[in-house]
């Protein structure tokens, strides 16, 4: 559906005219524009306006006129009484009426009978019809020049308010790019002294500072945020025989997580075997990712799945460094690490040789 703004003057009021009344039975409109270009409609289809038309409409009187009295007809009739031509005059001429296009002009036909009385219409009603007609377009003009102003005005303010938009946005991205930068400055010494501390190497991608500059937990101390996760992160590589480890966004969900005063206490319990509780924590994690991909829980996939992601190679150098504290681990807690024991092979190699060497050595 078009809105009225959007249709030709000569079109919208012409179409108006012709649903307003039985009465009605054609309608020619014919907008004369500002700058002296002519449109017109006869009824729903776009018309031609000759010169003979156009002398016409700008040389006659409004009122009424018979068909053959119309440059709109080829006919002409000759030797009618008054009367006879009076009743043949069933087209209006309505001239003259601005518009913010231009000057609008109508011939409408009417039915010769009034509805009302069925009898031919008389002067009065011809009268009448012509005022209720003009009053009709005069009052249809007004309604759509308000409509036009509205959705002017409309326009005019959604294009300030974009434009604010626009410059709030552009002020908001210069303020995270400001934080952004001043936090990776912050960022980076935090990691030098961590570096120092852990004997590691820690890289970062940015897509780990964009995560850090939305992060939602409290920012006083990035340091303290993180060293947990980097000092888990750094002993699982060196005891993989690396040096260096990465930082990821999942990093700062962990941190975000508060710990329980149970882990806390069971982790003080654990004293040497800390390191090889997490190792196991940390596997049975990647493990339950990888049945969860549907994938075989297999060494390559285990180290793919960890975060971060180590080799195949590495978590059997760790295995096999840690296996009597598996061991013992694994009695200690017979109920962790489900995944681990049942379905992870070099969990169960380890587990069938630490069985073996203890029967060996009597222990």
Excluded at 293 to 317: F, L, Q, R, V
Aim: overall charge neutral; charged content about 25%; hydrophobic content about 35%.
């Amino acid at each position: 559906m078009r809105l009225s703004h959007n249709i030709p003057a000569a079109e919208y009021y012409t179409q108006m005219i012709v649903g307003l009344s039985p009465q009605v039975r054609k309608v020619y409109g014919i907008l004369r524009y500002n700058n002296e270009a002519f449109s017109a409609w006869l009824d729903h289809e776009e018309w031609n306006v000759d010169q003979k038309l156009k002398s016409f409409i700008e040389s006659a009187n409004s009122g009424w006129y018979a068909e053959y009295e119309l440059p709109i007809s080829s006919t002409r009739k000759v030797g009618q009484s008054g009367l006879e031509a009076e009743l043949d005059r069933d087209h209006l001429l309505l001239r003259n009426i601005n518009c913010a296009e231009g000057q609008l002009f109508f011939i409408v036909q009417c039915s010769p009978v009034s509805m009302s009385t069925q009898n031919y219409l008389n002067a009065s009603e011809k009268k009448l019809i012509e005022q209720l007609l003009r009053g009709i377009i005069n009052k249809a003009i007004e309604q759509r020049e308000k409509d036009l102003n509205l959705l002017k005005r409309l326009a005019k303010s959604s294009e300030t308010s974009i434009l604010t938009i626009q410059a709030l946005e552009q002020k908001l991205e210069q303020r995270d790019q400001y934080f952004e930068n001043h936090l990776g400055q912050v960022l980076r010494m935090s990691i030098q002294r961590l570096e120092k501390k852990f004997g590691v190497k820690i890289n970062y991608a940015r897509d780990f500072l964009k995560a850090l500059v939305d992060h939602q937990g409290p920012m006083e101390n990035i340091e303290s945020l993180l060293e947990q996760e980097i000092e888990l992160a750094s002993n699982l590589a060196l005891l993989g025989g690396e040096n260096e480890i990465h930082l990821h966004p999942s990093m700062l969900k962990k941190v975000a997580q508060p710990v329980s005063n149970t882990a806390g206490t069971e982790t003080l319990k654990l004293g040497r075997y800390t390191k090889t509780y997490i190792l196991l924590d940390r596997y049975e994690k990647s493990a339950e990712r990888v049945q969860s991909a549907g994938k075989s829980i297999i060494g390559k996939h285990i180290g793919e799945y960890c975060e971060p992601s180590i080799s195949n190679a590495a978590i059997t150098d760790a295995l096999n460094k840690h296996a009597r504290k598996i061991y013992e681990l694994f009695e200690r807690y017979p109920e962790r690490w489900p995944i681990l024991r049942s379905e992870f092979r070099s969990i169960a190699n380890i587990m069938e040789k630490e069985t073996e060497r203890r029967r060996a050595s009597g222990a």
